[in-house]
C-alpha cells in the first residue's frame, strides 16, 4: 500500500509505502501496484497509545465493550489501549487479563494491553497474583487499582517492590480516601457556592509526595494517573530532578476544562456530564498542567475514557457516575490546548501520545519514529478547520462527552495497525 | 423576574423588592378572617418532597392554598421514588400531570436545576442539599425588614454551621443583594475554604462581632457534624458559638434574634434567648406562609394583587 502526500510530525509532504506491517519505504513521488490512499497533507504520527482507557468489559456491556471501546480507540487514531482493571470481575487474575487481551485480539480494531489489578478485588486489602498477570498469555506490565487508590502504604511499597521482578509499573489513583469522602467535586471557589463536597487538591498531591517517596526508598517505577492540580505538578517536577524513576499522564479533560462549568455551561448548571475523577479543576491548573506536558514534567496524554449509559448521567449531580468518553476527542482536544497554542509540536504531541506512553507500558511494537522498518502504526491527522463534536457520530457505545456542541480543531483522517487501515476517511473499515 | 426560584443570587434587587413588597400586601389579606385569594384558581401546584420536611411543606401547601391553587403533594418516601425512579421519570410524570409550579425538597445539591430542564412549569426551591433555600432567606429578609425597618446598612450576623448551610448561602447573598452588611460567624471547620470570596465578613470571634449586630441569626448544628471532627465536642461548640443569655446581653438592645428552626436549644441557641421578645422565631414560621405566597403569586399569576 501507498499512502500519498502525508507530512510526517508535519515536515514536508512525502509518500509511504508500506509492506508486512511495516514502513518499508519513504519519500517523494512513490508508485507501483497495490492500493493507494490519498493522504491530502495529512500529519503522519506514531499510532496513539492510551496508557487509561476504560473499555468496561466483562461487566459492563451496556456502557461499551471491547469491540466498540477499540472502535473508538481506532476512530481516535489509537493504535493500542491499555484496558484498565475495573470491570467485573475485577481483572486481578490471569484468567480475566487474558480473556480481556484475546477480545482485543479477536476484534482488532487496536492493540489492548490489559493493566492488572494491584489488589484482590481493587479493595486495598491483599496483592492481586501480580506475578501470574505478568506470564500470562496477556504480558502485563502496567497494574493499578485505579477508581481506587492503593492507600494503604505499605501495600503500595510491596506493590512497588514486587514489579520489580518484571519491569512492571504501578499506575497510582492518587486519592486520599478519607480527605474525599463523598467529593463531589474541586474544593474551591465554585464548590462553596454549589454546596457540593469538595475534593480538595491536597487529597492527590499528598498521595503523589508519599508514593514519589516511596519510589525513590525502594528504587521502583512509579506512574501517576490523570494528574490534576499544579501542586502535583510541582511535586513531580521535584521527584524528577532528584533523578527517580517516577512519571505522569493528564488526560485531554484537564488541559481544557475548569470546575466553573459545573455552575456555568451551556448545558445547565450541576449538569453531570462534567462529573469525573479526579475533578475539574482551576484555569491556574489548567495552564500549570499544560505548561508541565509541555516541559516534560508530565510524560504522557491519557484519555480515562470512561463510557457510562445515559441514565447514569441523567441525574441529579451526587446521584452521577464520574467519568467522561475521551477517546474520539483526545487529539482535537490536545491540538487545542497544547499545538494551537504553540506549547507543543506535533513531535511533541508524537511523543507525549505515543511513544512516552508506549515505553511506559512497554509496548515494544507502539510508538516507535517513523522511519524505515518500523512498524506502521500511523495517524493521519488533518489539523485544519474545525468542527461541532456530535456524539451520535461516536463508535463509542457510551455518549458522555463533555464537549458537546463545542467546537473542535482537526479530525482523524485514517489509522493504520501494522499496515492495515483500521480507519479511513475517518470511518471505520 | 425568572420563571423559576432556585438561588436568591437570581434575584435582582427589584425583585427581591417585589417579592418583599407583594408579601407585605398579601399579609394584609391574612390578616382578614377569609384569608383566601382566588388568584391562581386552577392553576396545579406539586409539592416535590424527596427529603422530611413538615414544615417547609405544609408552608408551601397553606401558601399555594390560600391562594386558590390546587395542590398535589408529591413525598418521596412510598412513592415510586423510593422503588428507585429516577428525578428525571419523576418529573416527566409531574409534566405529563401539567404541573404548574413544582416545589422541591431535595437532599442533592443542585436537583431543583435538573428538575428545570426536564419540566416547562415554574420550579421552586424548597432546600436542595447543602446549596440553597431561597424562599428561608426571603423570608428572614422580611422579617428583619419589618423589625428593623430596612434592611440597607443592617449589620447581620450569620453563626452555624455554614459549610453545610443551604439557609446560610441563600441569605448571604439575599442580603447582599438589599445591601445589608453580613457577616459569618463560625469555627473555621464549618466555613468553605474560599468563604473569603463571598460578599460577606467572616469571623471567628462571635463575642467581638455581636456588640455591633442588628440582627443574628443561629443556624442549627445537625447531630452528624458533632460526630465527624468539625469540633471537639457539644459542649464546647455551645460555650464558643451558642448565644447563650450572657452574650445575649452584649448584643444592642434593639438587635433581633433569628434561627430557621428546627432549634437545638441548649446547644447554638439557650432556651430564655430563643423565647425572648426579641425573638423573632414564631414569627418566622408565619411570615413563611406569606412570603411563598408572595413567591407563588408572581412567578405563575401578575404583576400587583388584586
Not at chain 1, 281 to 297: I, N, P, S
Not at chain 2, 239 to 251: E, I, N, Q, S, V
Request: with cysteine; net charge negative; charged share 25%.
Amino acid at each position: 500500500m501507498i499512502i500519498k502526500n502525508v507530512r510526517i510530525l508535519g515536515g514536508d509532504p512525502v509518500d509511504l509505502r508500506l509492506h508486512d506491517g511495516l514502513i518499508a519505504e519513504i519519500g517523494p513521488g512513490l508508485t507501483g501496484a497495490g492500493e493507494t490512499v490519498d493522504g491530502g497533507g495529512a500529519v503522519v504520527l506514531p499510532g496513539l497509545v492510551d496508557l487509561h482507557t476504560h473499555l468496561r468489559e466483562p461487566g459492563r456491556e451496556d456502557a461499551e465493550t471491547v469491540q466498540t471501546g477499540t472502535q473508538s480507540a481506532a476512530r481516535g487514531g489509537y493504535t493500542a489501549v491499555h484496558a484498565m482493571a475495573n470491570t467485573s470481575p475485577v481483572a486481578d487474575t490471569a484468567g480475566v487479563v487474558e480473556q480481556v487481551w484475546r477480545l482485543g485480539r479477536e476484534h482488532g480494531h487496536c492493540d489492548v494491553q490489559p493493566v492488572g489489578a494491584v489488589t484482590v478485588g481493587l479493595e486495598g486489602r491483599q496483592l492481586a497474583e501480580l506475578g501470574a498477570m505478568a506470564d500470562s498469555a496477556a504480558r502485563v506490565r502496567v497494574f493499578s487499582d485505579d477508581g481506587k487508590c492503593v492507600s494503604d502504604a505499605v501495600l503500595m511499597r510491596r506493590a512497588l517492590e514486587y514489579v520489580k521482578a518484571f519491569d512492571g509499573v504501578v499506575a497510582q489513583h492518587a486519592q486520599e480516601p478519607r480527605l474525599t469522602e463523598g467529593a463531589q467535586m474541586n474544593e474551591g471557589v465554585v464548590s462553596g457556592r454549589l454546596g457540593l463536597t469538595g475534593w480538595p487538591a491536597v487529597a492527590e498531591e499528598a498521595i503523589i509526595a508519599r508514593d514519589c517517596l516511596l519510589a525513590a526508598h525502594v528504587g521502583s517505577r512509579l506512574h501517576v494517573c490523570h494528574v490534576s492540580t499544579a501542586g502535583s505538578v510541582e511535586i513531580i517536577r521535584w521527584a524528577k530532578s532528584k533523578g527517580w524513576n517516577v512519571t505522569a499522564e493528564v488526560t485531554p479533560h484537564h488541559l481544557l476544562l475548569t470546575d466553573d462549568l459545573v455552575e456555568d455551561s451551556p448545558v445547565g448548571a450541576y449538569n453531570p456530564i462534567y462529573k469525573v475523577n479526579p475533578p475539574l479543576r482551576t484555569r491556574a491548573d489548567v495552564e500549570a498542567l499544560r505548561a508541565a506536558l509541555a516541559d516534560g514534567t508530565i510524560d504522557v496524554v491519557a484519555t480515562d475514557h470512561a463510557p457510562h449509559p445515559v441514565e447514569d448521567k441523567e441525574t441529579e449531580w451526587s446521584a452521577a457516575a464520574m467519568g467522561m468518553v475521551g477517546l474520539e476527542t483526545a487529539l482535537s482536544v490536545v491540538q487545542e490546548a497544547m499545538v494551537d497554542t504553540g506549547l507543543l509540536d506535533w513531535a511533541g504531541v508524537a511523543d507525549r501520545m505515543s511513544a512516552a506512553p508506549a515505553r511506559i507500558g512497554r509496548l515494544p511494537g507502539h510508538g516507535q519514529p517513523l522511519e524505515v522498518g518500523a512498524p506502521a502504526n500511523l495517524t493521519l491527522y488533518d489539523p485544519s478547520g474545525r468542527t461541532p463534536v456530535d456524539p451520535a457520530a461516536f463508535a463509542s457505545k457510551s455518549r458522555n462527552t463533555p464537549y458537546e456542541g463545542m467546537t473542535l480543531p482537526g479530525r482523524v483522517v485514517a489509522t493504520f495497525l501494522r499496515g492495515r487501515a483500521t480507519v479511513l476517511e475517518g470511518k471505520l473499515t | 423576574m425568572n420563571r423559576h426560584l432556585i438561588s436568591a443570587g437570581d434575584l435582582a434587587k427589584d425583585d427581591a423588592l417585589l417579592i418583599l413588597d407583594t408579601a407585605e400586601e398579601l399579609a394584609r389579606v391574612s390578616e382578614r378572617s377569609i384569608k383566601k385569594l382566588p388568584t391562581l384558581r386552577g392553576r396545579t401546584v406539586v409539592n416535590l418532597f424527596f427529603e422530611d420536611s413538615t414544615r417547609t411543606r405544609i408552608s408551601f401547601e397553606a401558601a399555594a392554598k390560600r391562594l386558590s391553587a390546587d395542590v398535589i403533594n408529591f413525598s418521596a418516601k412510598g412513592s415510586s421514588v423510593s422503588k428507585g425512579e429516577s428525578l428525571k421519570d419523576t418529573a416527566l410524570t409531574l409534566e405529563a400531570m401539567g404541573a404548574d409550579a413544582v416545589v422541591i425538597r431535595h437532599g442533592a445539591s443542585g436537583a431543583p436545576h435538573r428538575l428545570a430542564t426536564w419540566v416547562r412549569g415554574s420550579v421552586v426551591n424548597a432546600g436542595d442539599g447543602t446549596h440553597e433555600h431561597p424562599t428561608q432567606a426571603l423570608l428572614d429578609a422580611f422579617s428583619m425588614r419589618r423589625r428593623l425597618g430596612g434592611l440597607d446598612g443592617r449589620r447581620i450576623t450569620i453563626v452555624g454551621d455554614v459549610l453545610h448551610s443551604r439557609v446560610a448561602r441563600s441569605n448571604v447573598l439575599l442580603l447582599a443583594t438589599l445591601g445589608a452588611e453580613v457577616t459569618l460567624v463560625a469555627p473555621p471547620t464549618l466555613l468553605p475554604v474560599a468563604v473569603g470570596t463571598w460578599p460577606c465578613e467572616v469571623s471567628y470571634d462571635l463575642d467581638a462581632v455581636l456588640p455591633k449586630s442588628d440582627a443574628v441569626m443561629m443556624l442549627r448544628v445537625q447531630k452528624e457534624r458533632m460526630n465527624a471532627a468539625y469540633f471537639p465536642s457539644e459542649r464546647e461548640y455551645s460555650r464558643r458559638y451558642g448565644l447563650d443569655r450572657d452574650r445575649f446581653a452584649k448584643m444592642p438592645d434593639d438587635a433581633i434574634v433569628m434561627h430557621p428552626g428546627p432549634m437545638n436549644r441548649g446547644m447554638e441557641i439557650a432556651a430564655e434567648v430563643a423565647d425572648s421578645p426579641r425573638s423573632t422565631i414564631v414569627e418566622q414560621v408565619a411570615n413563611g406562609v406569606t412570603i411563598r405566597m408572595a413567591v407563588l403569586y408572581l412567578l405563575l399569576g401578575g404583576e400587583t394583587v388584586a
